[in-house]
Protein backbone atom coordinates (compact mmCIF):
# COMPACT_ATOMS: atom_id res chain seq x y z
CA UNK A 1 0.00 0.00 0.00
CA UNK A 2 1.43 3.68 -1.22
CA UNK A 3 2.61 5.69 1.89
CA UNK A 4 0.28 8.75 2.06
CA UNK A 5 1.96 11.82 2.04
CA UNK A 6 1.09 14.77 4.06
CA UNK A 7 0.47 18.03 2.40
CA UNK A 8 3.70 19.72 0.50
CA UNK A 9 6.24 21.37 3.45
CA UNK A 10 4.23 19.75 6.36
CA UNK A 11 5.84 18.54 9.65
CA UNK A 12 5.15 17.30 12.57
CA UNK A 13 5.85 20.81 14.31
CA UNK A 14 3.33 22.03 12.21
CA UNK A 15 0.83 20.47 14.08
CA UNK A 16 -1.10 22.50 16.28
CA UNK A 17 -1.66 21.26 20.50
CA UNK A 18 -3.88 23.18 22.96
CA UNK A 19 -2.57 25.68 25.17
CA UNK A 20 -2.91 24.51 28.72
CA UNK A 21 -5.35 26.44 30.76
CA UNK A 22 -4.04 29.41 32.86
CA UNK A 23 -4.44 31.22 36.02
CA UNK A 24 -4.95 33.99 34.26
CA UNK A 25 -7.69 33.23 31.84
CA UNK A 26 -10.83 35.31 31.25
CA UNK A 27 -12.45 31.91 30.87
CA UNK A 28 -13.76 30.55 34.20
CA UNK A 29 -13.71 27.31 33.38
CA UNK A 30 -9.79 27.45 31.76
CA UNK A 31 -9.11 28.95 35.53
CA UNK A 32 -10.76 26.12 37.31
CA UNK A 33 -8.85 23.31 35.29
CA UNK A 34 -5.58 25.61 35.40
CA UNK A 35 -6.25 25.42 38.99
CA UNK A 36 -6.72 21.68 39.59
CA UNK A 37 -3.94 21.29 37.43
CA UNK A 38 -1.67 22.44 39.50
CA UNK A 39 -2.46 20.53 42.67
CA UNK A 40 0.67 18.83 44.49
CA UNK A 41 3.45 21.02 42.27
CA UNK A 42 5.62 22.90 45.08
CA UNK A 43 6.60 24.97 42.60
CA UNK A 44 3.48 26.16 41.74
CA UNK A 45 2.26 27.59 45.18
CA UNK A 46 3.38 31.50 44.29
CA UNK A 47 1.14 31.26 41.29
CA UNK A 48 -1.51 29.86 43.15
CA UNK A 49 -1.31 32.24 45.66
CA UNK A 50 -1.82 35.10 42.96
CA UNK A 51 -4.88 33.67 41.56
CA UNK A 52 -6.17 33.57 44.99
CA UNK A 53 -6.01 36.90 45.76
CA UNK A 54 -7.27 37.92 42.68
CA UNK A 55 -10.02 35.26 42.11
CA UNK A 56 -13.72 36.22 42.42
CA UNK A 57 -15.24 33.14 41.16
CA UNK A 58 -16.33 30.86 44.14
CA UNK A 59 -15.54 27.83 42.56
CA UNK A 60 -12.43 28.19 40.99
CA UNK A 61 -11.10 29.93 44.25
CA UNK A 62 -12.22 26.03 45.88
CA UNK A 63 -10.45 24.86 43.01
CA UNK A 64 -7.30 26.95 44.17
CA UNK A 65 -7.80 26.06 47.65
CA UNK A 66 -7.79 22.19 47.20
CA UNK A 67 -4.74 22.42 45.37
CA UNK A 68 -3.16 24.33 47.73
CA UNK A 69 -4.33 21.57 50.63
CA UNK A 70 -3.35 19.27 48.55
CA UNK A 71 0.14 20.33 48.09
CA UNK A 72 0.72 20.95 51.55
CA UNK A 73 3.53 22.41 53.36
CA UNK A 74 4.61 25.99 54.83
CA UNK A 75 4.69 28.34 51.79
CA UNK A 76 1.14 26.76 50.78
CA UNK A 77 -0.52 27.51 54.46
CA UNK A 78 1.30 31.19 54.17
CA UNK A 79 -0.94 31.70 50.78
CA UNK A 80 -3.84 31.11 52.42
CA UNK A 81 -3.64 33.39 55.14
CA UNK A 82 -4.05 36.64 53.96
CA UNK A 83 -7.80 35.95 53.23
CA UNK A 84 -8.54 35.57 56.79
CA UNK A 85 -8.58 39.34 56.71
CA UNK A 86 -10.52 39.67 53.54
CA UNK A 87 -13.74 41.71 54.00
CA UNK A 88 -15.54 38.30 52.05
CA UNK A 89 -17.57 35.90 54.53
CA UNK A 90 -17.23 33.05 52.22
CA UNK A 91 -13.64 33.27 51.65
CA UNK A 92 -12.70 34.10 54.92
CA UNK A 93 -14.83 30.54 55.45
CA UNK A 94 -13.01 28.86 53.06
CA UNK A 95 -9.79 29.86 54.19
CA UNK A 96 -10.52 28.93 57.94
CA UNK A 97 -11.27 25.05 56.58
CA UNK A 98 -8.46 24.76 54.13
CA UNK A 99 -6.31 25.94 56.77
CA UNK A 100 -7.67 23.73 59.15
CA UNK A 101 -6.77 20.62 56.67
CA UNK A 102 -2.83 21.97 57.19
CA UNK A 103 -2.71 21.59 60.97
CA UNK A 104 0.87 20.61 60.83
CA UNK A 105 1.55 23.25 58.43
CA UNK A 106 0.21 26.25 59.98
CA UNK A 107 1.94 26.08 63.20
CA UNK A 108 4.83 27.95 62.07
CA UNK A 109 2.31 30.53 61.00
CA UNK A 110 0.03 30.80 64.24
CA UNK A 111 2.15 33.35 66.34
CA UNK A 112 1.81 35.90 63.25
CA UNK A 113 -1.76 35.41 63.34
CA UNK A 114 -2.10 35.86 67.28
CA UNK A 115 0.04 39.21 67.09
CA UNK A 116 -2.08 40.41 64.12
CA UNK A 117 -3.46 44.10 65.06
CA UNK A 118 -6.81 43.14 63.72
CA UNK A 119 -8.91 41.20 66.77
CA UNK A 120 -10.85 39.55 64.48
CA UNK A 121 -8.21 38.19 62.73
CA UNK A 122 -6.85 36.76 65.95
CA UNK A 123 -10.38 35.03 66.68
CA UNK A 124 -10.94 33.66 63.77
CA UNK A 125 -6.69 32.12 64.09
CA UNK A 126 -8.05 30.43 67.23
CA UNK A 127 -10.39 28.13 64.95
CA UNK A 128 -7.13 26.77 63.44
CA UNK A 129 -6.20 25.03 66.55
CA UNK A 130 -9.03 22.76 66.44
CA UNK A 131 -7.68 20.45 64.11
CA UNK A 132 -3.55 20.59 65.71
CA UNK A 133 -2.49 18.07 68.53
CA UNK A 134 -3.15 19.15 71.64
CA UNK A 135 -0.08 19.63 72.88
CA UNK A 136 0.29 22.47 69.83
CA UNK A 137 -2.60 23.57 70.57
CA UNK A 138 -2.16 24.30 73.77
CA UNK A 139 1.03 25.84 73.94
CA UNK A 140 -0.52 28.43 70.99
CA UNK A 141 -3.90 29.29 72.85
CA UNK A 142 -2.11 29.03 76.40
CA UNK A 143 0.34 31.61 74.83
CA UNK A 144 -2.54 33.92 73.42
CA UNK A 145 -4.30 34.39 76.48
CA UNK A 146 -1.62 35.22 78.83
CA UNK A 147 -1.18 38.54 76.42
CA UNK A 148 -4.47 38.81 74.77
CA UNK A 149 -6.62 42.30 75.83
CA UNK A 150 -9.69 41.60 73.60
CA UNK A 151 -12.07 39.74 75.80
CA UNK A 152 -13.79 38.00 72.53
CA UNK A 153 -10.88 36.82 71.25
CA UNK A 154 -9.95 35.04 74.64
CA UNK A 155 -13.28 33.58 74.86
CA UNK A 156 -12.94 32.05 71.34
CA UNK A 157 -9.05 30.48 72.43
CA UNK A 158 -11.29 29.18 75.80
CA UNK A 159 -13.79 27.63 73.95
CA UNK A 160 -11.47 25.50 71.69
CA UNK A 161 -9.01 24.61 74.40
CA UNK A 162 -12.33 23.29 76.72
CA UNK A 163 -12.42 21.12 73.42
CA UNK A 164 -8.10 19.92 72.77
CA UNK A 165 -6.46 21.78 76.10
CA UNK A 166 -4.42 19.42 78.14
CA UNK A 167 -3.66 20.26 81.79
CA UNK A 168 -0.80 22.56 81.00
CA UNK A 169 -3.70 24.46 80.25
CA UNK A 170 -5.03 24.92 83.36
CA UNK A 171 -2.74 27.61 85.12
CA UNK A 172 -2.62 30.28 82.04
CA UNK A 173 -6.49 29.52 82.25
CA UNK A 174 -6.56 30.60 85.85
CA UNK A 175 -4.29 33.51 85.24
CA UNK A 176 -6.73 34.53 82.44
CA UNK A 177 -9.52 34.59 84.85
CA UNK A 178 -8.00 36.11 87.13
CA UNK A 179 -7.14 39.37 84.63
CA UNK A 180 -10.53 39.53 83.30
CA UNK A 181 -12.64 39.15 86.68
CA UNK A 182 -14.23 42.20 86.07
CA UNK A 183 -15.88 40.88 82.53
CA UNK A 184 -18.30 38.34 84.06
CA UNK A 185 -18.91 36.12 81.18
CA UNK A 186 -15.32 35.02 81.11
CA UNK A 187 -14.23 33.74 84.46
CA UNK A 188 -17.39 31.59 83.80
CA UNK A 189 -16.55 30.18 80.54
CA UNK A 190 -12.88 29.62 81.80
CA UNK A 191 -14.77 27.71 84.77
CA UNK A 192 -16.56 25.63 82.89
CA UNK A 193 -13.23 24.64 80.65
CA UNK A 194 -11.37 24.00 84.05
CA UNK A 195 -13.84 21.75 85.11
CA UNK A 196 -13.59 19.90 81.29
CA UNK A 197 -10.19 19.62 80.88
CA UNK A 198 -9.65 18.28 84.74
CA UNK A 199 -12.42 16.09 84.35
CA UNK A 200 -11.40 14.44 80.71
CA UNK A 201 -7.97 14.10 82.13
CA UNK A 202 -8.50 13.04 85.79
Known amino acids: MPLIRGGKGSTASDVSTPAPPALDSSDVESRWAAARALAGQVEAVPELAAALRRETVPRVREAILTSLIRTGG ?17 LRAAAIEALQ ?3 SAIVPVMAQLFSDPESDVRLLATELARNMKASDATRLLCGLIEHEQHP ?3 AAAIDVLA ?4 RESLPALKKCA ?10 FAISMAIARISGGEG
Open 152 to 154: NVC
Open 101 to 103: ALP
Open 74 to 90: TASAEAIVPCLRSEDAG
Open 178 to 187: ARFAATPFLP
Open 163 to 166: EVGT
